[in-house]
C-alpha cells in the first residue's frame, strides 16, 4: 500500500487488524495532504478538457459515388437522395464555430 502512496502521505497511513481478525487502513490526512491526495493527474486532464470543450464536425463519405454515382443511395432499398445532406452540411459549417472539420472519403 506504501508504494502506492505519495512520500508525503505515508506517515498518517496506519494498518492494524481487529479483534475479529480483520486487516484495517486507516489514512489521517492533513489539509495539505488532502487537497494534494485530490489532485490525480488524470481526473486534472479530464476536468480541463470539460472546462474547455472542443467541438468538431466529422463528414464521412460524402463524395460523389454515393450521391450520384455508381454507389448512389438511390440504389438502395430507401430510395434517399445523397445530395440532400450536402446543403445540411454547408449551413452547418457557416453556421457553427466548429474548432476541427475533418472530412473523410473511401478511395
Known amino acids: 500500500l506504501h508504494r502506492r502512496l505519495p512520500e508525503h502521505l505515508h506517515a498518517g497511513l496506519k494498518v492494524g487488524v481487529n479483534q475479529a481478525g ?10 495539505r495532504a488532502a487537497a494534494t ?7 486534472s486532464k479530464r ?5 474547455c470543450p472542443k467541438t468538431a464536425l466529422v463528414v464521412v463519405n460524402v463524395q460523389n459515388d454515393l450521391i450520384d454515382g455508381a454507389l448512389a443511395l438511390r440504389y438502395c432499398p430507401l430510395g434517399e437522395e445523397g445530395y440532400e445532406v450536402v446543403p445540411v ?4 459549417r457557416k ?9 473523410a472519403k473511401d478511395w
Open 22 to 31: 480483520n486487516t484495517w487502513v486507516s489514512l489521517e490526512l492533513d489539509k
Open 37 to 43: 491526495a485530490t489532485l490525480d493527474p488524470l481526473w
Open 47 to 51: 476536468d480541463a478538457a470539460m472546462r
Open 89 to 92: 452540411i454547408n449551413q452547418l
Open 95 to 103: 453556421s457553427v464555430p466548429f474548432d476541427v472539420v475533418a472530412i
